[in-house]
């Protein structure tokens, strides 16, 4: 039982400590059965069972669904600046322990949830941080969260709250310089060996997807005389080792053409063969049509959209998109040709995007087999009681020939 009376409580409705129990971080707002202390958005508050018992410390969300999002299952943990400084300690020994970070400074140095810091993004570009405070538990610490990251060695930390989902944490969208210098417009990384230039600032997400780095490399694998058509490209991440792994020739389409300016910057970054390379500014879903009628085919097609859905509820309306793109893929691509494939939407589960790819295969009328699975990056790893922490999949497929 929490002794003091001056702990700010939250009370949960009988037989709803279960998944707290197996040390899952989110208490949903129907669970809870009183909150006692009138705490502020974000503080610290114990949560108990309806016994009274201590189940962990947690910040507390009163306009989300998420109505706590745990720190700790200890009760002797103190969350304050030094629970900080541990947990990010933490982080940084596992990524540098990686042996897969090699030739490269720019990875996820915290990934929230699974990084028992819920709702605190920290990605590292080079000298740069750059942080997401995406719940209010993240948000009412962040002074301590800074002044820690400030001794991790950087020339300065660039906040990118402007997202979406601080609303339904009664947060307002907000960016900038939170501690040191003001960041270039553009800062070099190195990923793998590869140059590339980022956008933080602006960029989508905190400046570049770091989490498909280990699939980045794999594509480059398949590339040897291939010809290559890179959908979703963004900055160019996929295309610089599609030519590095000896394509005949990439085609490259994002809808944006901010992202392709400097998607053509990293190539001559790379310098990597221009002549092999071509990028178009489209609709992928209108221009694979195009491809479609005008009876263009290729040997290796990479599909890498944005989020169609974030929460199991819009899957339905996802899957059409994700069977779509795929099904004209699968029609676009030669026999023997291959389909690096992903969705980064959390609402599909690994199982479900391998049913919409084989419903796509299906209508394509093609025989497709799995060659090989892809997940996130190891420095977003998943916390395994914490499955929501995984959301980016990914099947390597070929289309096969008719037999010999
Ligand atoms: N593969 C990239 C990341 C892709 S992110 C990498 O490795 O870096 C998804 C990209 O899809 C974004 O760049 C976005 O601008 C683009 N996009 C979103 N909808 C689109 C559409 N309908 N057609 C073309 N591009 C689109």
Request: with cysteine.
């Amino acid at each position: 039982m929490i002794g003091s009376s001056l702990v700010k409580k939250i009370i949960l409705k009988p037989g709803r400590e279960k998944s707290l129990l197996q040390r899952h971080p989110w208490v949903f707002s129907g669970a809870v059965e009183k909150v006692i202390g009138n705490p502020e958005i974000g503080e610290t508050v114990a949560v108990c069972d309806s016994a009274g018992h201590f189940l962990g410390w947690g910040a507390y969300s009163p306009s989300s669904q998420i109505r706590v999002r745990v720190w700790s299952f200890d009760e002797e943990e103190k969350i304050s600046a030094e629970f900080f400084y541990n947990r990010i300690q933490t982080a940084l020994w596992i990524r540098e322990k990686s042996v897969l970070l090699r030739d490269t400074n720019a990875y996820r140095l915290v990934h929230a949830e699974s990084d028992g810091l819920p709702g605190l993004i920290v990605d590292r570009y080079s000298d740069w941080l750059v942080v997401q405070f995406l719940s209010a538990g993240a948000n009412y610490w962040k002074k301590e969260i800074v002044s820690v990251l400030s001794e991790l060695g950087v020339g300065g930390i660039y906040e990118r709250s402007d997202v979406e989902v601080r609303r339904l944490e009664g947060l307002s969208e907000t960016r900038g310089v939170l501690w040191g210098k003001e960041p270039p417009s553009i800062i070099r990384v190195k990923e793998n060996g590869f140059q590339f230039a980022i956008d933080i600032q602006t960029g989508q997400k905190t400046g570049f997807y770091l989490d498909q780095r280990v699939n980045r490399e794999r594509l480059q694998e398949y590339c040897q005389g291939k010809d290559v058509l890179n959908c979703f490209c963004y900055t160019g991440g996929f295309t610089v080792y599609a030519l590095a792994g000896g394509a005949n020739s990439v085609l490259s389409i994002d809808s944006s053409d901010g992202a392709l300016a400097l998607a053509d910057e990293n190539v001559k970054l790379n310098q990597l063969p221009e002549e092999r390379n071509r990028w178009l500014e489209a609709d992928v879903f209108l221009a694979l049509r195009k491809f479609r009628d005008e009876g263009r085919s290729f040997d290796l097609i990479v599909l890498d959209p944005p989020k169609f859905a974030s929460t199991a509820a819009q899957a339905q309306r996802a899957a059409r998109g994700y069977k779509d793109i795929n099904l004209l893929a699968i029609k676009l691509l030669k026999p023997g040709g291959i389909l690096f494939t992903f969705s980064c939407s959390g609402g599909i589960t690994p199982e479900l995007f391998q049913k919409i790819v084989a419903g796509a295969a299906i209508d394509a009328r093609a025989d497709v087999q799995i060659l090989e699975r892809l997940y996130q990056s190891p420095d977003h790893p998943v916390l395994l009681t914490f499955p929501e922490g995984e959301y980016l999949k990914g099947l390597v497929c070929i289309k096969r020939p008719t037999d010999h």
